[in-house]
């Protein structure tokens, strides 16, 4: 479920890798080769990806003892490189920041040699301890890193983006409670853990132990019980409040092998409760408990549990907070309900009662306006999938919890149904197996979503209390927009230090899952750039020189940078040819 | 994350919680459980003796689970458990208001090989005992064990950190009654100094070593891999490489001349050399070794640490496999391949040394081969799609219930086999050919004045015809309505048959007639042509051998596992230890047993002490079978047999 969250997601906010079908890979006179350094060291035995950017799988080659590489007998093309060694920073070749994607195209024409320095950064090291309160090992645990992201106009702390895989992400403490992170990029961390326990378990007391050992005074009475044994998340040095979590900030290739964790037990509670359905009725319902309020954005923080057949339901271990639970009952012969409540828990159980009211219901169709594809043949393979806009920010942080994408089948007479939604504002996507094949050429995009006759543009769907949307149409289109062309600095040279943005002039499109918001793009060595996937409409186009890829959706930072920017009118389906030059 | 943008359901949702009350106890806990009993006690460390703060204790009803392989304990489920506490920093831990009745206490703490009421070695079994109203139970020992652990530096030919790379514990271990290195659930990579360290090790010998197997594929494979990577369209790739044991294809890798070769993760990359060779770090055990059966064994008890495990990686010139497979329709595509080491006798490690895939012409190539002798296989399973059947009510379900079932194999299995010797250039031009396997077909009788069981009975009983050299993969026959069978093809070789699941509960397996010979926890050789004649009986009746054990000193001994081996195990053995005629049994609490015998024969019995493994492999024969005592059984014979315990050493 989560995995699908993400692919829905990548859907609206990037435009598909672009595939051709696998003929002989076409080969060439061209040579793109260079070197692998570090501080104007080489760098032996680093692997080099060449990423073509024609849907071929990449090209990997080794550097030598002197850090040089070579790709021959290439095509003529602009190619992407990136360098990569376990425990040193994955370089994209030409990126702003070291370790973060995206790079820029190395133009290579027929018959020519490029060479390119690509420089690469030792990683960064988090080491450190889980340890209880009595200072004793903990091990088997896994301690996560995690950084601050602003999403739309939210700071969120997020688990951090690996660029590669080795030493980076979550290791389990060994025997001795002890870690070790590296390859890490510089940056500013944070680290939580999140153990668990049996529930229900109950910390003995010495009172008790005294009491219970000592024999012939069985008359004396027990002492109290010890209180019952759960963990919140815990983060560095030993909080379990976001808001004290310890900065760790790491530069190349620095050591930090101090990073303990303390983890104490925290008073946890018992949620139980009875959901029913508005005849009184027991519900079979699945609940979904999320903290208030909080700055994590985290798979895995939302616990969900399903109620028995009776109704009835139980959390264990529920540290203390105030949660928010979204309840969902459906099955095939009853509409779908929903209910929503809060509260509070410290360490004191509780039993609630949860009334559901009935859900609402998305209905429409698809239809396909292409000028040069046959529409799929079986439209019962296409998933349309609704997202709702408080939920895209944890499908945008990869914590995307089960519930957060609602997914309805196509009919083969492309009528399609979206059940179980409750009230909220919905971000439309669909995909089916073959959907892009192209880069701009050949494929299908969502271009137009109407209710009944109201061309909604790139707003959500509203959905009401209590009623259903109906006649929702969603076209997809053949052709989609782009706009290209080649930028240069005051005095005519490439400017491939640079980012192109386009956004749309609309400013109610500049939310988080708008179609009209794509990601900013480096152009080549050559200076060309292309922004695909782009819905007829009016935009801006933008150079700047620097962003992060969650600025695109910023309103902030896109009023900042909207004085420096011209405005461009793409066609339906039109190549938008727009050359840039940057003025002094 | 607020209601901000939506106040009025905000509203609605406060309106509908109704909390109606709160509880201070639950009925999962240590307390509230209407008895009077008191159960107390200490968790220690059984190396050390000192007391273990913080482990989780549990007290639940009836015999302790066993612990897994890696020691860990199953909780018990929530029906059962009577009481959950966290032990003190003394490692005491208290359950009162405990009725009367049969209870087992188990204790957990990561790292610690988890202890329970009667457990005398990390994974051995655990007894459950009984109190009565009113008692005090304030004595009880529960002893955990620390895990062991292994520690290194890992360097590369050129003297530097090997960061990255997985490091493998493997256990030395007997399968099929030969000695094999086996996964122990434990691999670690080495950090960016080098180092690893592989904690939580269960008490054993271990093997550490370091893997590198290629995977190589045509350029235009893995492209049309990639784009229906990119286009959501990968099924029918996946398909036909789950159906050939191909390995999933990777997206980036290495290209040599029109091929790809990619490792997985936690192996070095190989380095391009001259003439389409490839320098890899092969496969590499501690020392310094390629060859498993001289692989340093590490003999580990509870809580040992072992440092200094260093490994350094040499570089090799790694070969070429090349040619095309062949089936019976001509060149066969997208097939996957495997190439395995032709390791010592005495040592068996099932691990590829390099993965193919065939491209659209069948052509195949296999990079980055060290020198060596090995085995090509490739093989084809047909495509078996599960079936929803209902299941009867007679079985106890509800009406409408379904069960997922494999349908009977339909088609052919094919396989290849061809040795390859690699030295110092490459070897091009095979041609392997997929050949048809032998199929075993056949029926079962029911012999006993039970009633013969009902068709959708025999449907349930599944055959496994299982390997002794892992040449086919193990593969499961399923019984038509009339009881008959046929399995899939194998490739020749020695083969075992059991039955998975019997008709009912009133039936076991009496014997199995290939070509007239009883089978039935014995191997039998598989050649070219299929069998025709395989005759599978069941019974109705049992055969049991009950009595007393009685320790050294005259007295019951009440801790001892009952183990019944074939007499004939020298035999047994050499054959690869087939099961289907070794049976266990525990004594109970007086100190009497009583055991099922499997099969008629002959067999030896013996008491095992409850400190010593009870794990049949060689050396448990030897050091048993003198001690046994031989007993003869027929079918539906039932014999005593007093039993005195064994000696461990």
Known sequence: MRLAAALALLAIVAPHTQTREAGPRPSGTAVLGGRVVHDGTAVARAVVTLDTGDGRADRQTLTDDDGRFAFERLPAGRFLLTASKPGWVTSFYGSARPGRPPGVRVAVADAARADVEIPILPGAVIAGRVIDESGRPMARQFPWLLEYRTIGDRRLLTRARPPSMVGYFERMTDDRGQFRLFGLPPGTYYLVTTPTIAAGARIATTEEVRWATQTGESGIPPPPPGAIAGYASVFHPGTTDPAGAQPIVVGAGDVREDVDIRVGFVPVARLTGVVTLPDGTPARATLTMKLVDSPISLEGMNRRVTASPDGRFTFQNVPPGTYVLAVRAASDSTPAFWGEATVTVAGQDQNMGIALVPASVVTGRVAFAGTSLAPPADLTRIRVQLIDTESLVSAMTGAAGPGTVHSGAVASDGSFTVPGLTPGRYVAAATWPGMRTGDGTAGWWLTSIRAGDRDLGDAPIDVPAGADVRAVTLTFSDRIGAIEGVLVDAIGRPAPEHFVMAFPVDRTSWTPGSRRIVAPVRPGTDGRFRLAGLPAGEYHLAVVTAVEPDDAADPAFLEAILPGAITVTVADGETLRQDLRIGR | ????????????????????????????????????????????????????????????????????????????????????????????????????????????????????????????????????????????????????????????????????????????????????????????????????????????????????????????????????????????????????????????????????????????????????????????????????????????????????????????????????????????????????????????????????????????????????????????????????????????????????????????????????????????????????????????????????????????????????AGSSPANDARVDTEGRFTTAGYAPGRYTLFTGRAPGPEWTLASVRVAGVDVAGRTFTIGTSDINDVVVTFTDTVMTLSGTVRAADGGTETDATIVAFPADAREWIEAGMPRGRLATASTSSNGTYQIRLPLPGDYHVVAVPLDASPEVDPDFVARFAPQAVRVSFARGETKTQPLTIGRAR
């Open chain 2, 1 to 468: 994350m607020t209601h901000c943008g939506r106040p009025f359901f905000a509203v609605v949702a406060a309106g509908l919680a109704i909390v109606t009350g709160t509880a201070a106890t639950g009925a999962q806990t240590a307390t509230a459980q209407g008895g009077t009993a008191v159960v107390a006690g200490q968790v220690i460390d059984a190396t050390t003796g000192r007391p273990v703060g913080g482990a989780v204790v549990t007290l639940a009803l009836g015999a302790p689970a066993d612990a897994s392989a890696t020691g860990q304990q199953p909780l018990a489920p929530a029906q059962s458990r009577r009481g959950v506490a966290v032990a003190n920093s003394d490692g005491r831990f208290v359950f009162r208001d405990v009725p009367a009745g049969t209870f087992s206490i188990t204790a957990t703490r990561p790292g610690f090989a988890a202890g329970a009421s009667g457990r005398r070695r990390p994974g051995g079994p655990g007894r459950p005992f009984t109190i009565g109203n009113g008692a005090r139970l304030t004595n009880t020992t529960i002893s955990i064990w620390p895990l062991a652990a292994i520690g290194g530096t890992v360097r590369d030919d050129r003297g530097d950190a090997a960061v990255g790379v997985a490091v493998w514990a493997l256990r030395r271990a007997v399968v099929n009654g030969r000695l094999a290195l086996t996964f122990a659930g434990s691999v670690e990579s080495t950090d960016e100094r080098g180092r690893y360290r592989l904690a939580n090790l269960m008490p054993g010998s271990y093997a550490v070593q370091i893997r590198t197997h290629t995977q190589t594929a045509a350029v235009s494979t893995v492209d049309a891999w990639r784009a229906a990577v990119t286009s959501g369209t990968t099924g029918p790739m996946m398909g036909q490489m789950s159906q050939t044991g191909g390995l999933r294809l990777t997206t980036a890798g290495l290209v040599v001349d029109d091929w790809q070769v990619s490792v997985s993760s936690g192996m070095t990359q190989p380095i391009p050399g001259p003439d389409g060779s490839l320098l890899i770090h092969p496969t590499l055990y501690h020392p310094s070794t390629t060859d498993p059966g001289a692989a340093a064994i590490l003999t580990l008890e509870a809580g040992d640490e072992r440092l200094g495990i260093d490994l350094t990686l040499p570089l090799v010139a790694g070969m070429r496999i090349s040619g095309v497979l062949e089936g019976p329709e001509g060149p066969a595509p997208g097939h996957g391949l495997r190439l395995y080491p032709l390791g010592p006798d005495r040592l068996d490690v099932d691990q590829a040394a390099a993965y193919g895939t065939t491209d659209r012409a069948g052509r195949f190539a296999l990079l980055g081969v060290p020198p060596g002798r090995y085995l090509l296989r490739a093989y084809r399973v047909p495509m078996r799609t599960p079936v929803a059947r209902p299941v009867p009510s007679a079985a106890g379900a509800l009406p409408g219930t379904t069960v997922e079932v494999l349908p009977p194999s339909a088609g052919p299995s094919l396989y290849a086999e061809l040795p390859v010797a690699v030295g110092t250039s490459h070897v091009d031009d095979l041609v392997v050919q997929l050949q048809a396997g032998a199929r075993l077909s056949g029926h079962l009788v029911f012999d006993g004045t039970t009633a013969r069981p009902p068709a959708e009975r025999l449907q349930q009983v599944s055959l496994t015809v299982y390997p002794m």
